[in-house]
């Protein structure tokens, strides 16, 4: 029978021991037992050693083993006496031990992060004590935050002081805090303070980085609409301008009477757009049609909706239509897109997920998309097809 040179491999090997711990680390538990203060030290590894076999067919292999691993710096490595019929006694590794945290950290190399946490630990227990429990639940984000940690305590102090305060984002006073901070960091506020605020100041209604101002009681921006009357003779006797930007809620108030709504997600073809009787465009903003949803008065229009022939413009289309179930895609089918094959392009990232609320032609073209079966990411961009296309599908909708 030949032996089986492989068999030393499966001998327990230094960077064994170091993976025992750097697995522990990995898991975050180690930091963690600083918050805790439950010790994780000493800790035993336990030791895949050498059979009588290969004692006694490999006997220099063993020995070289046994000076490798009891030569591993910051473990301590038992021996146990192993009698063999013919080698005699000889002393072998029994079990690896790691003594201390700070021998961990050693032999992983991790003592200038876990310095790092005991410092932002230090901080937290003197200032937002409340927080060591997120502390100890995310101690890599923590240290991702290092630099940003004693800012991010104000702003949970603050806030605290001035539950649901009213004022805009930027109009917080903290000394050293820049205005922009609190915006840039809205995420993992959002986890800090969920963490120290009584639930009775938690809009949970409000979820998100998007809603991080109504959760917490700060003033929101205003939604701002921008449409053009496409008919020269509809006018607001207030703003005697075609061109109009208002707030969300005064443009569901408009009720302008007009029998059409087109939306585009293009600024110049928005601007550009011909003139349609008895009609006006919105310029849309991608993803974002709640404030729309408000103006009642849309629901007696026929709502069309033109937006770039890609995975992300059906995308858009079909939240749209999840809102307001009779808008009708414009200039986005099949012979549009084939028409102005000239004028493709590749979109970058596509969106693959199924859409419920297009019509079998839509899907049938968003499918070919999405599966790359006309060509690998394509995209039509609106802008990219001519006016003269434009006015003769307006004039068949007429």
């Not at 050498?50 to 292999?61: A, G």
């Not at 890599?140 to 800012?151: G, K, Q, S």
């Not at 079998?360 to 995209?379: A, C, F, W």
């Amino acid at each position: 029978m030949q032996p089986n040179h492989n068999t030393g491999r499966s001998w327990t090997r230094p960077s064994d021991l170091r993976a025992a711990v750097q697995k522990l680390w990995d898991r975050g538990e180690i930091l963690a037992s600083f918050v805790s203060g439950q010790a994780l030290f000493p800790k035993r590894v336990a030791v895949r050693t050498p059979t009588s076999t290969d004692m006694m067919e490999r006997f220099d292999e063993v020995r070289a083993w046994i000076q490798e691993l009891q030569a591993t710096a910051h473990c301590r490595v038992e021996m146990r006496p192993f009698k063999h019929r013919i080698l005699g006694s000889n002393l072998v590794p029994h079990e690896a031990w790691i003594d201390t945290v700070q021998t961990a950290l050693a032999l992983i190399g991790r003592q200038r992060e876990a310095s790092r946490f005991l410092a932002l630990l230090e901080a937290t227990r003197r200032r937002q004590p409340e927080l060591l429990n997120w502390l100890s639940k995310h101690p890599f984000d923590a240290l991702e935050l290092f630099d940003e940690w004693t800012r991010l305590m104000e702003v949970v102090a603050w806030v605290k002081e001035h539950p649901r305060p009213r004022v805009y984002l930027r109009q917080v006073d903290i000394l050293g805090i820049h205005t922009k901070f609190l915006e840039e960091h809205r995420g993992v506020l959002s986890q800090l303070l969920d963490t120290v605020l009584p639930s009775d100041v938690i809009d949970t209604r409000a979820s998100g980085v998007t809603e991080f101002a109504k959760r917490y009681g700060f003033l929101e921006k205003p939604t701002r609409i921008r449409f053009r009357f496409l008919d020269p003779e509809c006018t607001l006797s207030w703003c005697p301008g075609q061109d109009i930007t208002i707030e969300a809620g005064s443009f569901a108030h408009l009720n302008p009477r007009i029998s059409r709504v087109f939306i585009t997600e293009n600024e110049i073809n928005f601007l550009a757009f011909p003139k349609v009787d008895d009609s006006l465009i919105i310029f849309g903003s991608g993803y974002g049609f709640a404030a729309l949803g408000k103006a009642e008065w849309l629901s007696g229009c026929r709502l069309y909706y033109w937006g770039d022939i890609d995975t992300h413009g059906f995308a858009i289309l079909d939240q749209l239509r999840g809102q307001f179930s009779e808008v009708q895609s414009f200039l986005m089918d099949r012979a549009t897109l084939m028409a102005f094959e000239s004028q493709w392009d590749i979109e970058e990232k596509q969106t693959v997920r199924e859409l419920d609320h297009l019509n079998d032609d839509e899907r049938s073209v968003y499918d070919d998309l999405r599966d790359n079966r006309i060509r690998k990411n394509l995209r039509l961009e609106q802008e990219r097809i001519a006016f003269g296309w434009v006015a003769s599908r307006l004039s068949a909708l007429r």
